[in-house]
């Protein structure tokens, strides 16, 4: 079992950053992800990292504006966003235990909402 809570979320304007987080308990070390979900629209993939945290992948909406990040020392995965634009808002949920790389997750946090103003 792995339990996972996110933290960071918040209020920014277009073009500024923000840092999410994610604590993992229980068992750990796994393929980890983003993703995030708009009202109205279906959950998206965001980015993800190995459980050794030497491959990522993120999707083309987000490259070389994220990063994503891990730290196994400390359980902790994150999530750099900078050059945030107004259709970055949305909930943004961690995952843990890669099922398909790197689409597919067994275990989800509750989620942060990120809201970026114009």
């Known amino acids: 079992q792995v339990q996972l809570v996110e933290s960071g979320g918040g209020l920014v304007q277009a073009g500024g950053s923000l840092r999410l987080s994610c604590a993992a308990s229980?068992?750990?070390?796994?393929?980890m992800a983003w993703f995030r979900q708009a009202p109205g629209k279906e959950r998206e993939f965001v980015a993800a990292?190995?459980?050794?945290?030497?491959?990522?992948f993120y999707a083309d909406s987000v490259k070389d504006r994220f990063t994503i990040s891990r730290d196994n020392t400390r359980n902790t995965m994150s999530l750099r966003m900078n050059s945030l634009k107004p259709e970055d808002t949305a909930a943004y949920s961690c995952?843990?235990?890669?099922?398909?790389?790197?689409?597919?997750?067994?275990?989800w946090g509750q989620g942060t909402q990120v809201t970026v103003s114009s």
């Open positions: 995952a843990s235990y890669g099922t398909v790389w790197p689409y597919g997750y067994r275990y």
């Open positions: 229980g068992r750990t070390g796994y393929d």
């Open positions: 990292i190995t459980g050794d945290g030497r491959r990522t």
